[in-house]
């Protein structure tokens, strides 16, 4: 019968996060000002697998905690001692440090086959439990990349299991709805996206865990290959505090007056503008500038400054060519800086001016999504940005689509921005796979080497693309909102593509680079870039690339899959969800109909339905309805949320809504905190005042 390792890690408390928690010189969290606790997501993948040893009715089955971190981070693994483990292992050196999701997947992976080697002896009959992600990264990444690493499959996003005929099958979240499945062979490593029946720990227990023996090892213990911040494919150059919130959070005590709000705003357009991160200007290659020292696209304020320093004093000095500046005008512009700027960095930085071929070569791609023949429409929008980067880097645009039957959609693909698809067809792809289409990708990637791949930052995208940039040796940053060219002269590179993405629930923004990488890899949330108008007349090519699969490449047995019925569009003007708090799916479906109804007539506008996991969970309405990071990202011009929260995963989802209205019993509501407008009182009694002031106004 199976073992477990579960993957715990200890975080930041997110909740506590103040502005006395970031450093006022630098802009970057200070982590020793916050408390520490687990990952949530990894406490209830520890639930999980005590879960899975009881329905398994294994009595035997051993469950081992694993962590990666400072010696402080045994506090984590007492924690889970007390509650459900048996052993656990802390790795722990400096050599680890600064790593990224790469260098953290490897060594963990390392250190789980020496663990079933000498703890578990089990052979391959074992599970990888982990959470679905962090929430000091909110990657994603390292559970699917540790399994890249090991060769295991992995399924993500699991909510439940089942244990039947000698077997576990998995219930697991997918693009517009759920799906039971199992593996096919074992060990495999499991995500867990929700478990709600926690683990408390005992009064023995907690004196067990005080006491008992805590395996410890160094990078020497495991032989990792890639380790710390030498081993890790991506850098962080900027760490810096999301901008002020331009959300009202205006309280409103009467229903007449947030009718007339609503009506007034959606009217005017009025609130927090959608889309990406603006740009200053398009990027232009230095060969196409119209001087060699002119540098106005540097990834830091700080380097801008300095190369416009730089620029500044080669103009005055009369220098137009790179071949001017020998040993003697070197000289005289390290004298005309006057010490302004250090002597070796001049040097790097005349240098780097060099620099004009971009620093990565080939196509800017886009993996596409679909189903049922349907193109997702997050491809359409990634298509939109790499037409973008593509013109700046002076390149094409792919796309890489991969299926059973997929070349039909080539045609509109390329009306949306490609130049050429990439078409990978295989009966073996009919289903949605994440080792074999991880396989037939990367081959792809392989083959063809583009610069850029964007992804959909969807379940299907969160769970293939750290599996594909692992297989490809690639960098990968999740979760982007913000994708842009820009220079880093003074290394001599030139080209690159600066991923932004916010991190720590929001409350941190990171800027990202690629690097010891032959291609440049980000997921970006659907809703975040825009899709470019459709042009039925552009004309582009089909490449059919062939390839070998066999059934063992498919590493999962699907059960059941239940999509959501009917035309749902989410990406409708005005949005009405509802959550938990709406107490019945009858309830749920009174008040959130009889409030869209009223919406749309009074806007003029299609009103579309939405709803919080939560909702979705208890069944008040299908999956596909759901809004959130697990759901879908949405930008309406109108967004209601009616008993909804305000849970982290659901408002990066709505971040790009116009005008938020919050309506919630509870006067601490933390969506109150992040919403435009809201009023203090249960959804049953509010809505029929709101409706029936709509209908008045």
Same mark, same amino acid.
């Given at each position: 019968?199976?073992?477990?390792?579960?993957?715990?890690?200890?975080?930041?408390?997110?909740?506590?996060?103040?502005?006395?928690?970031?450093?006022?010189?630098?802009?970057?969290?200070?982590?020793?000002?916050?408390?520490?606790?687990?990952?949530?997501?990894?406490?209830?993948?520890?639930?999980?697998?005590?879960?899975?040893?009881?329905?398994?009715?294994?009595?035997?089955?051993?469950?081992?905690?694993?962590?990666?971190?400072?010696?402080?981070?045994?506090?984590?693994?007492?924690?889970?001692?007390?509650?459900?483990?048996?052993?656990?292992?802390?790795?722990?050196?400096?050599?680890?440090?600064?790593?990224?999701?790469?260098?953290?997947?490897?060594?963990?992976?390392?250190?789980?086959?020496?663990?079933?080697?000498?703890?578990?002896?089990?052979?391959?009959?074992?599970?990888?439990?982990?959470?679905?992600?962090?929430?000091?990264?909110?990657?994603?990444?390292?559970?699917?990349?540790?399994?890249?690493?090991?060769?295991?499959?992995?399924?993500?996003?699991?909510?439940?299991?089942?244990?039947?005929?000698?077997?576990?099958?998995?219930?697991?979240?997918?693009?517009?709805?759920?799906?039971?499945?199992?593996?096919?062979?074992?060990?495999?490593?499991?995500?867990?996206?929700?478990?709600?029946?926690?683990?408390?720990?005992?009064?023995?227990?907690?004196?067990?865990?005080?006491?008992?023996?805590?395996?410890?090892?160094?990078?020497?213990?495991?032989?990792?290959?890639?380790?710390?911040?030498?081993?890790?494919?991506?850098?962080?150059?900027?760490?810096?505090?999301?901008?002020?919130?331009?959300?009202?959070?205006?309280?409103?005590?009467?229903?007449?007056?947030?009718?007339?709000?609503?009506?007034?705003?959606?009217?005017?357009?009025?609130?927090?503008?959608?889309?990406?991160?603006?740009?200053?200007?398009?990027?232009?290659?230095?060969?196409?500038?119209?001087?060699?020292?002119?540098?106005?696209?540097?990834?830091?304020?700080?380097?801008?400054?300095?190369?416009?320093?730089?620029?500044?004093?080669?103009?005055?000095?009369?220098?137009?060519?790179?071949?001017?500046?020998?040993? @003697?005008?070197? *000289?005289?512009? =390290?004298? $005309?800086? %006057?010490?302004?700027?250090?002597?070796?960095?001049?040097? &790097?930085? +005349? /240098?780097?001016?060099?620099?004009?071929?971009?620093?990565?070569?080939?196509?800017?791609?886009?993996?596409?999504?679909?189903?049922?023949?349907?193109?997702?429409?997050?491809?359409?929008?990634?298509?939109?940005?790499?037409?973008?980067?593509?013109?700046?880097?002076?390149?094409?645009?792919?796309?890489?689509?991969?299926?059973?039957?997929? @070349?039909?959609? *080539?045609?509109? =693909?390329? $009306?949306? %921005?490609?130049?050429?698809?990439?078409?990978?067809?295989? &009966?073996? +792809? /009919?289903?949605?796979?994440?080792?074999?289409?991880?396989?037939?990708?990367?081959?792809?990637?392989?083959?063809?080497?583009?610069?850029?791949?964007?992804?959909?930052?969807?379940?299907?995208?969160?769970?293939?693309?750290?599996?594909?940039?692992?297989?490809?040796?690639?960098?990968?940053?999740?979760?982007?909102?913000?994708?842009?060219?820009?220079?880093?002269?003074?290394?001599?590179?030139?080209?690159?593509?600066?991923?932004?993405?916010?991190?720590?629930?929001?409350?941190?923004?990171?800027?990202?680079?690629?690097?010891?990488?032959?291609?440049?890899?980000?997921?970006?949330?659907?809703?975040?870039?825009?899709?470019?108008?459709?042009?039925?007349?552009?004309?582009?090519?089909?490449?059919?690339?062939?390839?070998?699969?066999?059934?063992?490449?498919?590493?999962?047995?699907?059960?059941?899959?239940?999509?959501?019925?009917?035309?749902?569009?989410?990406?409708?003007?005005?949005?009405?969800?509802?959550?938990?708090?709406?107490?019945?799916?009858?309830?749920?479906?009174?008040?959130?109909?009889?409030?869209?109804?009223?919406?749309?007539?009074?806007?003029?506008?299609?009103?579309?339905?939405?709803?919080?996991?939560?909702?979705?969970?208890?069944?008040?309405?299908?999956?596909?309805?759901?809004?959130?990071?697990?759901?879908?990202?949405?930008?309406?011009?109108?967004?209601?949320?009616?008993?909804?929260?305000?849970?982290?995963?659901?408002?990066?989802?709505?971040?790009?809504?116009?005008?938020?209205?919050?309506?919630?019993?509870?006067?601490?509501?933390?969506?109150?905190?992040?919403?435009?407008?809201?009023?203090?009182?249960?959804?049953?009694?509010?809505?029929?005042?709101?409706?029936?002031?709509?209908?008045?106004?």
């Amino acid at each position: 019968m199976s073992d477990y390792i579960v993957l715990v890690k200890q975080v930041p408390d997110v909740s506590q996060i103040t502005d006395n928690a970031f450093d006022p010189e630098t802009g970057t969290l200070v982590r020793s000002r916050l408390a520490n606790v687990i990952n949530e997501l990894d406490a209830q993948a520890l639930a999980f697998a005590s879960h899975m040893r009881k329905i398994s009715g294994d009595a035997k089955a051993r469950i081992v905690a694993v962590t990666m971190g400072p010696p402080m981070a045994v506090e984590v693994l007492r924690y889970s001692l007390a509650r459900s483990v048996d052993q656990v292992v802390l790795l722990t050196d400096r050599a680890l440090g600064g790593a990224d999701t790469v260098a953290t997947a490897n060594p963990l992976a390392c250190a789980i086959r020496r663990i079933v080697k000498e703890t578990l002896n089990c052979g391959d009959d074992y599970y990888v439990v982990a959470g679905m992600q962090s929430v000091d990264g909110d990657t994603a990444q390292v559970p699917a990349q540790l399994a890249e690493e090991l060769g295991l499959p992995c399924i993500a996003y699991v909510t439940g299991a089942e244990y039947k005929n000698n077997r576990f099958e998995f219930t697991r979240i997918i693009s517009g709805g759920s799906q039971t499945v199992a593996a096919k062979k074992l060990p495999a490593v499991l995500t867990v996206a929700k478990y709600e029946y926690p683990l408390f720990a005992t009064f023995g227990g907690t004196r067990w865990a005080a006491k008992a023996p805590v395996i410890q090892w160094g990078a020497e213990d495991i032989k990792a290959p890639l380790i710390g911040a030498k081993g890790s494919k991506t850098a962080v150059i900027r760490v810096f505090p999301p901008a002020k919130s331009t959300r009202k959070c205006k309280h409103v005590n009467d229903a007449r007056e947030l009718a007339k709000i609503i009506v007034e705003n959606f009217r005017k357009g009025d609130g927090q503008a959608a889309g990406g991160n603006k740009e200053d200007g398009k990027y232009v290659l230095p060969k196409r500038r119209t001087s060699f020292y002119h540098r106005p696209f540097e990834a830091t304020v700080k380097e801008q400054e300095d190369f416009d320093l730089l620029a500044g004093v080669l103009k005055d000095l009369g220098v137009k060519k790179a071949e001017q500046i020998d040993e @003697a005008m070197q *000289a005289k512009v =390290l004298a $005309a800086v %006057g010490g302004k700027l250090p002597q070796k960095a001049v040097e &790097d930085m +005349l /240098a780097g001016m060099k620099a004009m071929e971009p620093a990565f070569q080939g196509e800017v791609w886009v993996a596409a999504e679909h189903a049922d023949g349907v193109v997702h429409p997050a491809t359409f929008e990634l298509t939109g940005k790499a037409r973008e980067l593509a013109d700046s880097l002076e390149t094409k645009v792919g796309v890489c689509i991969a299926g059973q039957n997929v @070349a039909h959609m *080539a045609e509109e =693909l390329i $009306a949306a %921005g490609a130049d050429t698809v990439y078409a990978i067809e295989h &009966d073996l +792809l /009919a289903e949605f796979d994440p080792t074999a289409y991880r396989k037939v990708i990367s081959d792809a990637i392989d083959k063809y080497v583009p610069q850029i791949v964007l992804y959909a930052a969807t379940p299907q995208g969160r769970s293939l693309a750290p599996m594909i940039s692992y297989r490809t040796g690639c960098g990968l940053t999740a979760d982007c909102t913000g994708l842009d060219i820009r220079d880093s002269s003074r290394k001599g590179e030139v080209g690159l593509l600066l991923q932004t993405r916010p991190a720590l629930g929001g409350n941190v923004m990171a800027t990202i680079r690629t690097k010891s990488s032959k291609c440049q890899m980000a997921t970006a949330r659907p809703g975040v870039m825009k899709r470019i108008p459709v042009d039925p007349t552009r004309k582009g090519k089909i490449i059919h690339h062939k390839v070998d699969l066999t059934d063992d490449d498919v590493s999962l047995e699907i059960i059941k899959t239940e999509l959501g019925h009917g035309a749902v569009n989410l990406h409708a003007d005005a949005i009405v969800s509802g959550g938990k708090g709406l107490q019945s799916r009858e309830d749920f479906d009174k008040l959130i109909g009889h409030l869209t109804s009223a919406l749309s007539r009074k806007l003029e506008t299609e009103v579309e339905r939405g709803a919080s996991r939560a909702a979705v969970e208890q069944g008040y309405i299908e999956r596909i309805h759901q809004v959130g990071q697990t759901g879908t990202s949405v930008g309406p011009k109108l967004y209601v949320a009616l008993g909804i929260s305000g849970a982290i995963q659901h408002m990066i989802g709505v971040a790009n809504s116009g005008t938020i209205v919050a309506i919630n019993s509870d006067p601490n509501a933390s969506i109150f905190k992040q919403c435009d407008y809201y009023m203090v009182g249960a959804a049953e009694d509010v809505v029929p005042k709101l409706v029936e002031a709509l209908h008045e106004a």
